[in-house]
Nanobody
């Protein structure tokens, strides 16, 4: 069974930093994982993904500011967010596609409950 539990969201001023964590089952952390976000009135969008070998991919809007990583020993996925902007405000979701080692083009089957990030100007 795949379980994903996010934490670390909160409110921060523009230019600040937050680190999101996602506690995952071992089955999930061994495969493709990613972070997504959804702002009010907008569609959910991909933020970053990480393959089983640690290869990463980012949305253009967060490149150079966000870093996705994972600690397999702790079964935890992270998203370090720096230089936050008001437009980064959204509910952030951890997701997993454990059947696959490579995230490219994969559908994510499992989702966490989400954690709110609010960035004020």
């Amino acid at each position: 069974q795949v379980q994903l539990v996010e934490s670390g969201g909160g409110s921060v001023q523009a230019g600040g930093s937050l680190r999101l964590s996602c506690a995952a089952s071992r089955y999930a952390i061994s495969g493709c994982m990613g972070w997504f976000r959804q702002a009010p009135g907008k569609e959910r969008e991909g933020v970053a993904t990480i393959d089983s070998d640690g290869s990463t991919s980012y949305a253009d809007s967060v490149k150079g500011r966000f870093t996705i990583s994972k600690d397999v020993a702790k079964n935890t996925l992270y998203l370090q967010m720096n230089s936050l902007k008001p437009e980064d405000s959204a509910v952030y979701y951890c997701a997993a596609s454990p059947r696959y080692y490579n995230c490219r083009g994969r559908e994510f089957n499992y989702w966490g409950q989400g954690t709110q990030v609010t960035v004020s100007s």
